[in-house]
């Protein structure tokens, strides 16, 4: 799938949330700091290439899962789960950040508008603030039907930590 699983136990060689539970956040996570390591590593650097391609794996797997509305969901593949802004925010600066970085993939950068316009779209003013929401609250390892259990709120700060990161 080229995606990331939550968490992982080597000991018994299987994940601990699940099959096919990926957890937007998590994935996003991972793409931001790729993104952002090969913004900061040296073209001839040894070793590039390979993340480089672990880049371009990890956005060809993710464009398909951006929704019509430019997010991406809190389980990446499964079209009940909620839309999710810190993923969404972290997938579309850790696309930029590779794009930043010389890479090209088709559709990382229509991908990365869509998202910011969605994420901007999505800010409410209430009383003079400004709340980013649709952020879901701590997220332990689980099943499915777990993560989609798991409360939603605005203003989290890691949320509004990678929409800060996106813009």
Same mark, same amino acid.
């Given at each position: 799938?080229?995606?990331?699983?939550?968490?992982?136990?080597?000991?018994?060689?299987?994940?601990?949330? *699940?099959? *096919?539970?990926?957890?937007?956040?998590?994935?996003?996570?991972? $793409?931001?700091?790729?993104?952002?390591? /090969?913004?900061? /590593?040296?073209?001839?650097?040894?070793?590039? =290439?390979?993340?480089?391609?672990?880049?371009?794996?990890?956005? #060809?797997?993710?464009?398909?899962?951006?929704?019509?509305?430019?997010?991406?969901? !809190?389980?990446?593949? =499964?079209? #009940?789960?909620?839309?999710? &802004?810190?993923? !969404?925010? $972290?997938?579309?600066?850790?696309?930029?950040? *590779? /794009?930043?970085?010389?890479?090209?993939?088709?559709?990382?950068?229509?991908?990365?508008?869509?998202?910011?316009?969605?994420? =901007?779209? &999505?800010?409410?003013?209430?009383?003079? =603030?400004?709340?980013?929401? *649709?952020?879901?609250?701590?997220?332990? @390892?689980?099943?499915?039907?777990?993560?989609?259990?798991?409360?939603?709120? &605005?203003?989290? @700060?890691?949320?509004?930590?990678?929409?800060?990161?996106?813009?």
């Amino acid at each position: 799938t080229n995606l990331l699983n939550h968490a992982y136990d080597f000991a018994v060689s299987e994940a601990m949330n *699940g099959p *096919g539970a990926f957890w937007g956040r998590g994935n996003g996570w991972y $793409l931001a700091s790729l993104g952002n390591l /090969l913004r900061q /590593l040296p073209g001839s650097r040894v070793g590039r =290439d390979t993340l480089e391609a672990l880049w371009h794996k990890r956005i #060809k797997a993710l464009l398909p899962l951006q929704t019509e509305a430019g997010m991406w969901r !809190t389980v990446l593949n =499964d079209p #009940k789960a909620y839309e999710e &802004s810190s993923a !969404t925010a $972290l997938f579309a600066f850790g696309m930029a950040a *590779g /794009l930043n970085a010389g890479l090209r993939h088709t559709g990382a950068k229509e991908a990365v508008q869509k998202a910011l316009t969605a994420l =901007d779209a &999505s800010i409410q003013e209430t009383s003079g =603030d400004h709340l980013l929401p *649709g952020v879901s609250t701590a997220t332990s @390892p689980g099943t499915i039907e777990e993560y989609l259990k798991i409360p939603v709120s &605005s203003n989290v @700060p890691y949320g509004i930590g990678a929409y800060i990161l996106a813009k």
